[in-house]
């Protein structure tokens, strides 16, 4: 009885820790109804977030705004973030996991080479156009972490691990010694492909971005590609 309390103890501090999105508890140990309930409390507060960032910005949002549109109390949101800004930074890391998630397995489905760096570039498209309010956020995150802020450091080190995993994914693609520059290309996709669409989207609205999945895909597939035979010729 005592270890059994013992691990509801440690479940729930782990629930207040501010970048858990998931409740990690062991596959063969079912969630208890009040585990549910925190877990639906966590990802409601996280949509609400994804959602009023998009709509009012990272700088305008408060968190007053947060939990009035998720229907919770301003002590139920310091249960799970100790700041809007670790709320920031848990968005997004949720956000660069499941793009990250969706990036790898397209590219897992092609043979290595230039259609892994393709396959990555639809991939994240895809994402974008699915999650155009990830798209402006990932687009303010960027500019926050540009601020001499304390949260910047943090933004930039969640970041830059997955520009380091995205490099890794495309190796690929650039052949035999050309692992140097994975990193620069890796950089070069994460940020063209969401620039271009940022800008579209922006301009001149999701759908009619939307509609032009396939015209995106072939122009950044065909700027990016070169990255790579140029630094083929290099070497």
């Known amino acids: 009885m005592r270890a059994a309390h013992i691990r509801r103890q440690q479940k729930g501090r782990q629930m207040r820790n501010a970048h858990s999105i998931r409740i990690p508890v062991p596959a063969d140990e079912p969630l208890s109804r009040v585990e549910r309930r925190k877990?639906?409390?966590?990802k409601r507060l996280l949509e609400v977030a994804?959602?009023?960032f998009s709509e009012k910005g990272i700088y305008w949002a408060k968190v007053e705004d947060i939990t009035e549109l998720a229907d919770q109390g301003k002590g139920t949101f310091y249960k799970y973030f100790e700041s809007k800004?670790?709320?920031i930074c848990a968005l997004l890391k949720e956000g660069l996991?499941?793009?990250?998630?969706e990036t790898e397995q397209a590219v897992r489905n092609v043979q290595p080479g230039p259609n892994a760096l393709s396959a990555a570039?639809?991939?994240?498209?895809?994402?974008?156009?699915?999650w155009p309010e990830y798209l402006l956020f990932f687009h303010q995150v960027r500019g926050m972490m540009q601020l001499q802020v304390a949260v910047g450091k943090e933004l930039r080190a969640i970041y830059d691990a997955h520009l380091r995993w995205?490099?890794?994914?495309?190796k690929p693609a650039m052949g035999a010694g050309q692992a140097g520059s994975a990193r620069d290309i890796a950089t070069a996709t994460a940020a063209y492909v969401s620039g271009v669409l940022t800008y579209h989207v922006l301009f001149e609205g999701h759908e009619a971005t939307r509609r032009r999945r396939q015209y995106f895909i072939e122009m950044l597939d065909q700027s990016l590609q070169p990255l790579i035979k140029g630094g083929n010729r290099s070497r």
């Open 50 to 52: 994804r959602q009023l």
């Open 166 to 170: 995205l490099a890794q994914l495309i």
């Open 121 to 130: 570039i639809e991939a994240r498209v895809d994402f974008f156009l699915k």
């Open 97 to 101: 996991d499941e793009l990250t998630s």
């Open 39 to 42: 877990a639906r409390t966590n």
């Open 85 to 87: 800004e670790a709320l």
